[in-house]
């Protein structure tokens, strides 16, 4: 059974950093490019970034990019988001999604998010 | 980058046929993916690619594409279908490689 387990959320000051986890199980982990999306209170899905199978392709949002950094280690099944110079507006839940392969776009297993509260 | 445009609001009657749109230049090049979300839980996947469905999602569930228009149809709308529903591709038309998400679409059966 896949499995995504997130962690690492919280309330978090404006300017400060934070970094999300994502421990997965139940499939060849380094098969696969992983990703994070990310859902504000009451708003839709946002694509925050994505990474390849042996990192070699990343991706992030407008929104994000400069700011964040994704990252694994298919030794350990994690994904990462290191979050740096948050903003309020980066207050969601943040979810980790397998990729049906590469894609970048067809997330078949999601995790059941972090959440992430920027507030001074 | 582009936009994905749904409709924020469909309604079908118990055991008809809708259809939910998304719109953008992106779908010209890539296939729409779909997922559908319930209140305070996570997305689920429901059509990826050209139209194909995970295990376990009921074949009511349909994808199709048109120019720049993708469509989920569910034929004969199940009280359990209310959900909000989102479309996403990749989007190469800025500088970088993108993913796009619509604003979604709330579907409420009668």
């Known amino acids: 059974e896949v499995q995504l387990v997130e962690s690492g959320g919280g309330l978090v000051q404006p300017g400060r950093s934070l970094r999300l986890s994502c421990a997965a199980s139940g499939f060849t982990f380094d098969d696969y490019a992983m990703n994070w999306v990310r859902q504000a209170p009451g708003k839709g899905l946002e694509w925050v970034s994505s990474i390849s199978w042996n990192s070699g392709n990343i991706g992030y949002a407008d929104s994000v990019r400069g700011r964040f950094t994704i990252s694994r280690d298919n030794t350990k099944n994690s994904l990462y988001l290191q979050m740096n110079s948050l903003r309020a507006d980066d207050t969601a839940l943040y979810y980790c999604?397998?990729?049906?392969?590469?894609?970048?776009?067809?997330?078949?297993?999601w995790g059941q998010g972090s959440l992430v509260t920027v507030s001074s | 980058s582009s936009e994905l445009t749904q409709d924020p609001a469909v309604s079908v009657a118990l055991g008809q046929t809708v259809r939910i749109t998304c719109q953008g230049d992106?779908?010209?090049?890539?296939?729409a993916t779909w997922y559908q979300q319930k209140p305070g839980q996570a997305p689920v996947l429901v059509i990826y690619?050209?139209?194909n469905r995970p295990s376990g999602i009921p074949d009511r569930f349909s994808g199709s594409s048109s120019g720049n228009t993708a469509s989920l149809t569910i034929t004969g709308a199940q009280a359990e279908d209310e959900a909000d529903y989102y479309c996403?591709?990749?989007?190469?038309?800025?500088?970088?490689?993108?993913?796009?998400f619509g604003g979604g679409t709330k579907l409420t059966v009668l």
């Open positions: 999604a397998k990729d049906t392969g590469s894609t970048w776009s067809e997330f078949d297993y």
């Open positions: 690619g050209k139209n």
């Open positions: 996403n591709s990749r989007d190469s038309s800025g500088k970088h490689l993108n993913v796009v």
């Open positions: 992106s779908l010209r090049s890539y296939y």
